[in-house]
């Protein structure tokens, strides 16, 4: 499977923006880039995937390189419920099956 | 509309025992997943059923086994318990077409 790297953490302050970075230099081309984000106690929640093109949704957008080698999750305004594991993962087209690593933990401090 | 629903959301073993968790997808979705997530860890695949077939496998031993019904609803069983079988055990469920996953809460399992 195609690896993804992230940071461990980050934090940002309420209502600002949050860019969550990812690299995945081993990428291929059937992959496609999906972000899921754990709060406490709970499953993680789909949030944002893509292909080549950045996407936007009510949630976040996705902005992929153009090698797409790398990857960034925009939160645009971030809250205090914003605050979970973030996991950049790589999907093949042709399998179903999701790997999660190990994630950034996003602080939003009031 | 029911999301995907996990029961029990709670068990306790000990060890050598065997752990039956249910899982129960979203209507329509015939796609289920199995994750174990240690603490502090992330998720790990355990396995993956479509139609009422095992079609992936995540690299543990034997003993963890499942089933999905005609109703498409899953069961996963642990054998034998270890220690390190605590952990919280993840379901999700998805349409046939790859796409957004649906994480239920969870079953943490505590083996004594």
């Known amino acids: 499977d195609a690896k993804t790297t992230q940071p461990n953490s980050m934090e940002s302050n309420e209502e600002e923006p949050v860019h969550l970075p990812c690299n995945h230099s081993t990428i291929s081309g059937t992959d496609y880039i999906h972000w899921y984000r754990q709060l406490p106690s709970q499953g993680p929640e789909y949030v944002i995937h893509g292909l080549t093109s950045n996407v936007n949704n009510r949630m976040a957008s996705l902005a992929i390189a153009e090698d797409r080698k790398s990857s960034t999750l925009i939160l645009h305004r971030a809250t205090l419920r914003d605050a979970a594991v973030y996991y950049c993962?790589?999907?093949?087209?042709?399998?179903?099956?999701?790997?999660f690593g190990a994630g950034t933990t996003v602080t939003v401090r009031a | 509309e029911a999301g995907v629903t996990q029961s029990p959301t709670h068990l306790i073993k000990t060890r050598g025992q065997q752990a039956t968790l249910r899982c129960s997808p979203i209507?329509?979705?015939?796609?289920v997943y199995w994750y174990q997530q240690a603490l502090g860890l992330g998720l790990q695949f355990l396995l993956w059923?479509?139609?009422?077939?095992?079609?992936n496998r995540g690299n543990f031993p034997p003993r963890f086994s499942g089933r999905q019904f005609p109703n498409y609803s899953s069961e996963l069983n642990v054998n034998a318990l270890e220690l390190e079988d605590s952990a919280l055990y993840l379901c999700a469920s998805s349409l046939r077409v790859p796409g957004k996953l649906f994480f239920g809460s969870g079953t943490q399992l505590s083996v004594l």
């Open positions: 059923y479509d139609e009422g077939e095992e079609r």
């Open positions: 209507s329509g979705h015939t796609s």
């Open positions: 993962i790589l999907r093949d087209g042709n399998d179903y099956k999701l790997s």
